[in-house]
Nanobody, 123 residues
Framework: QVQLVESGGGLVQPGGSLKLSCAAT????????VAWFRHSPEKEREFVAS????????DYKDSVKGRFTISRDNAESTVYLHIDPVKPEDTATYFC????????????????WGQGTQVTVSS
């Protein structure tokens, strides 16, 4: 079983940048595919990005391509989501999720979830 803890959220101005972290602990923590999802009162939970266990395979929601970058440091058992530039529509609670096997873009495919980190984009 793996435990996930997100951090790095906060208030950021439009046009700025933000880097979210997802720290994993537990057996084989670096062996999991990880995805980021986000949820806001205006939108249902949606997939934004995923990475395979070694970072060799990444995927993004079409609307965030070019602004979002997912990466991982397995030595630190941490997956990152870099957002640049941020937009007001990025305001949401961001969750990371993990699964063994190939990364997926569907929330139901993920077994382990973090508690989320709030991102608010506002001037």
């Amino acid at each position: 079983q793996v435990q996930l803890v997100e951090s790095g959220g906060g208030l950021v101005q439009p046009g700025g940048s933000l880097k979210l972290s997802c720290a994993a602990t537990g057996p084989r923590a670096s062996s999991y595919a990880v995805a980021w999802f986000r949820h806001s009162p205006e939108k249902e939970r949606e997939f934004v990005a995923s990475t395979s266990w070694n970072g060799g395979l990444t995927d993004y929601k079409d609307s965030v391509k070019g602004r979002f970058t997912i990466s991982r440091d397995n030595a630190e058992s941490t997956v990152y989501l870099h957002i640049d530039p941020v937009k007001p529509e990025d305001t949401a609670t961001y969750f990371c999720a993990a699964r063994l096997g190939a990364p997926k873009d569907t929330a139901d495919e993920y077994v382990y979830w973090g508690q989320g980190t709030q991102v608010t984009v506002s001037s």
